[in-house]
């Protein structure tokens, strides 16, 4: 399924991931939980802890994996 939002509030269950593609520009807030973040052709591991935020810095597929139960705030670019 292929869902395109502009802004939401999604929540992961531990082990539970999401996909994101080509969302350079996207910022996601983790709110409850942690999440860890991985970039297509990025040597660096984003971990995000309640409170954190990370914006993503380039296109293709981006992972954002549950590493514990998690809400998070999603705005795409525009």
Request: aromatic share 4%.
């Amino acid at each position: 399924m292929n869902i395109q939002l502009h802004q939401a509030n999604l929540q992961l269950q531990r082990s539970g991931h999401l996909e994101v593609i080509d969302g350079r520009g996207t910022r996601m807030r983790c709110l409850l939980g942690s999440v860890w973040v991985t970039q297509d052709g990025d040597p660096r591991d984003i971990v995000l802890e309640a409170g954190e935020s990370f914006t993503l810095d380039r296109d293709g597929v981006a992972i954002v994996y549950a590493t514990d139960d998690a809400h998070l705030a999603i705005c795409a670019a525009h």
